[in-house]
Nanobody, 120 residues
Framework: QVQLVESGGGLVQAGGSLRLSCAAS????????MAWYRQAPGKQRELVAR???????NYAGSVKGRFTISRDNAKNTAYLQMNSLKPEDTAVYYC??????????????WGQGTQVNVSS
């Protein structure tokens, strides 16, 4: 069974930084794209950033220039470096990955979410 586990959320003042991590665990799998989504109270979940297994990235306009997504394929881990944080970045951040698993095929996997709170 493959699981995604996020870490690194917390409370930070506006202008500060946080780094989120998302590690995939299990056996017999290969990861395609990895991404970070977020969901603020009363709002729909939205894509923040995505990275392919070859390192191509794309970002939501609201975070471009402030957030950086990266991954370490050897560790099956994705990161989201968040700088110049704003109160409107407050949300639960979810890791997402497209993963091929032996005897199961390709599937869409989600982490449990990590809370990010940015105070003004």
């Amino acid at each position: 069974q493959v699981q995604l586990v996020e870490s690194g959320g917390g409370l930070v003042q506006a202008g500060g930084s946080l780094r989120l991590s998302c590690a995939a665990s299990g056996s017999g799998f290969a990861i395609n794209d990895m991404a970070w989504y977020r969901q603020a109270p009363g709002k729909q979940r939205e894509l923040v950033a995505r990275i392919t297994n070859s390192g191509t990235t794309n970002y939501a306009g609201s975070v471009k220039g402030r957030f950086t997504i990266s991954r370490d394929n050897a560790k099956n881990t994705a990161y989201l470096q968040m700088n110049s944080l704003k109160p409107e970045d407050t949300a639960v951040y979810y890791c997402n990955a497209e993963i091929w698993v032996v005897r199961r095929g390709l599937g869409d996997y989600w982490g449990q979410g990590t809370q990010v709170n940015v105070s003004s």
